[in-house]
């Protein structure tokens, strides 16, 4: 009986891989670079919506931190962030196939560190500094970094037949190795990204 329930899990998953349920909802404008774009990502519903002004343009099934729940507190807590960011950086070639840094850590929690001492002054003011001037912000800090949206890498064959959602990121936000590399020829750095529970 396990062995059936498998094979019938599996293909229910390839059916949704060969009729393209694991993302599309509307075809992609032309790559113009001057478009507007913005990303909401969505937590519960394991949702990426790429957004063009204030038309969706596509929606694409993500997963998130081995922790969902709440907000990124510190380094190895393996939540996914919450809050309003931006794309900082753009790395073409990674272990998990393309990578978009977000501005992890924001002004919000680089205040919240120092409350709690958990940075320095110096790091926070390099945070702040880097934040206003929309650059990538400090990174090697106990708020944690090196947070940005990407691929599945390897394990993409696997990950993206199956009919459900594994959070297995260190907090990062998972794509399906088609969907990161779509989504990295369209959007550019200073791209406004929002993360919601």
């Not at 349920?21 to 913005?38: E, G, I």
């Not at 931190?65 to 962030?81: A, C, F, H, Q, V």
Request: glycine letters at 8%; hydrophobic letters at 40%; one cysteine or more.
């Amino acid at each position: 009986m396990y062995t059936l329930y498998k094979i019938i899990l599996f293909v229910f998953g390839m059916s949704l891989l060969i009729f393209g349920c694991n993302n599309a909802n509307s075809k992609l404008p032309p790559n113009d670079h001057n478009r507007a774009f913005k990303v909401l990502i969505n937590k519960k519903a394991h949702t990426l919506a790429l957004f063009s002004e204030s038309t969706l343009v596509k929606t694409y099934k993500c997963s998130f931190g081995r922790n969902p729940s709440g907000d990124k507190e510190i380094e190895g807590d393996n939540k996914t962030p919450v809050g309003k960011f931006y794309i900082a950086s753009k790395k073409a070639e990674t272990r998990f196939h393309r990578f978009l840094g977000i501005s992890y850590p924001a002004i919000e929690d680089a205040e919240r560190g120092r409350r709690q001492t958990l940075i320095t002054l110096a790091e926070y003011d390099a945070i702040i500094t880097a934040i206003l001037n929309k650059q990538q912000p400090l990174q090697k800090t106990k708020l944690g970094g090196d947070v940005g949206i990407h691929g599945n890498g390897s394990w993409d064959f696997i990950l993206r037949i199956l009919p459900w959602r594994i959070n297995w990121t260190r907090g990062c936000i998972a794509l399906n190795n088609q969907d990161i590399e779509e989504l990295f020829n369209l959007i550019d750095v200073g791209t406004p990204v929002e993360i919601i529970e």
